[in-house]
């Protein structure tokens, strides 16, 4: 619970503050899977440490974090531009409200990833004797 609740601070602090420049952007530029994709890339970036060091407490190997990390960060991306083409291009809903059920959907899978495969706890079996 410790993990989640710190995950959703970091997740909170990131996520918060780029849906609002996302609102902000796309009421001057029409272009919302551009400035999606843009603002993406910039949470990505900037919350990998905290995540990691802070929210999972992992001690692993950080070459091997980042590369599954970025791995996660892709599929969660297709997920988010996937949600938005279908709901928004194909079914007209408005992307503002799209994109709000994204950052929401794609957190939880990003919580289930990080937790199980990007830093997982380190079990009995797996310590060095």
Known sequence: MKTFLRYV?????????????YILITSLWDQPKVVMTILYLIGVSSSFYFNR???????GSSRVAIFKYIVTHLAGYIL???????FVDHLGYPHQL?????????ALFVFVTF?????PKQSVFSRKM
């Open 115 to 119: 937790n199980f495969f990007v830093f």
């Open 9 to 21: 601070i970091v997740g909170l602090s990131v996520n918060v503050s780029a849906y609002l420049i």
């Open 98 to 106: 799209i994109q709000a059920m994204g950052f929401v959907i794609v």
């Open 80 to 86: 988010n531009l996937s949600l938005m083409i279908f």
């Open 53 to 59: 060091r802070w929210a999972f407490g992992h001690t």
